[in-house]
């Protein structure tokens, strides 16, 4: 897939452009989102999505065209597990309602920037090494495996849970601070000195969420293309309208309770997608003798879209039957 240089410039300005707009139109004014606005928005955000799939697919043909369906869906996803993380944070910091956007948007644009990072690392790595795949393949299995473990430990102990890291702990000792809000502000002056906020440490607690979750989220979705374009375009419109998504889900959130395992199959569906793809173009001199397995079977990109859309659905209508006969039972 040959994607013009003019076309990259154009693409990543117009996602500038949408989160800028994005930052000003919520962020400038603190306020909580009502149901209608947030689900407008979010309507408006996976709208363009859908509409830029449309055009990948019929500029670059419907394989193109399904892989970023593939990869946006997955990465949706993987954005709404982040959700959970997001609404343990707040809590956990008591951040008022009305000054969730800004923090969440600023989260939102540190997370673009280092997947974006990551992407360039791995079509390096890729480009250079085809063996790389083993690494992603192994990692996304570990990665599932730990997910379905958490998910089900979350379960038996009443919910995800939110450890501090030692940046944070760090930052806290370091950096001069006020225990109370001033607005949406990261900065404030307290007896002439500046002092850092709460919100700021919030921004950091995101930041280290979303290196974490970048680290799984981009060697899923080279599972599913090896277009650098594609896995760009499909995080960055997976991440538009996460703020809206925020707001909306709001308390059905608590009533995905299979949303881990559900996401646990789809990584490990990919990890092992990987291994296959890599076992193909095998270079390693320790596995067959350095040739290319060919008895591994090929994954083509319409079968991963149906079983990453059927896992989804099964596991969110599992979740919602269940939590439909626990409410009772909670009364």
């Not at 994607?3 to 500038?16: D, E, F, K, R």
């Not at 928005?41 to 369906?69: C, D, N, P, R």
């Not at 473990?149 to 944070?168: A, I, N, V």
Request: charged share 15%; hydrophobic share 55%; net charge positive.
């Amino acid at each position: 897939m040959s994607v013009p240089t003019w076309v990259w410039l154009a693409t990543v300005a117009g996602i500038i452009a949408l989160f800028c707009f994005d930052f000003i139109f919520h962020a400038r004014k603190p306020h909580e989102p009502t149901l209608k606005e947030a689900a407008g928005w979010s309507v408006f955000f996976i709208a363009i999505a859908l509409l830029f799939g449309a055009g990948v697919w019929l500029v670059w043909g419907a394989s193109h065209g399904t892989e970023y369906f593939a990869g946006f869906i997955t990465e949706k996803s993987l954005s709404v597990d982040n959700l959970f993380v997001f609404v343990i944070l707040m809590g956990k910091f008591a951040v008022p309602r009305k000054y969730q956007q800004k923090v969440l948007l600023i989260g939102i644009a540190i997370a673009l920037v280092m997947r974006g990072a990551f992407i360039a690392v791995g079509a390096a790595a890729i480009a250079q090494f085809s063996w790389v795949f083993y690494v992603f393949g192994a990692f996304l299995l570990y990665t599932a495996a730990k997910l379905a473990y958490d998910s089900l430990h979350d379960q038996s102990s009443g919910g995800p849970q939110y450890h501090e890291t030692r940046f944070e702990r760090w930052a806290h000792k370091v950096f001069p601070a006020t225990s109370e809000y001033h607005g949406n502000r990261l900065l404030t002056k307290e007896n002439g000195k500046r002092v850092v906020t709460p919100l700021f440490f919030v921004v950091i607690a995101l930041g280290f969420t979303d290196l974490l979750f970048a680290l799984d989220s981009i060697p899923a979705i080279y599972g599913l293309t090896k277009s650098p374009y594609i896995v760009f375009t499909a995080n960055a419109f997976a991440l538009l309208g996460l703020l809206q998504l925020y707001f909306l889900l709001g308390g059905l959130l608590d009533r995905l309770v299979y949303l881990g395992l559900g996401l646990s199959i789809i990584l490990g569906f990919i990890g092992v997608k990987l291994i296959l793809e890599a076992l193909h173009g095998n270079t390693l001199p320790f596995i067959n003798g350095g040739e290319g397995v060919h008895w591994a079977p090929e994954i083509p990109i319409w079968l991963s879209l149906a079983i990453i859309v059927g896992t989804l659905a099964v596991t969110t209508i599992a979740s919602l039957m269940k939590s439909r006969r626990t409410a009772p039972e909670s009364r």
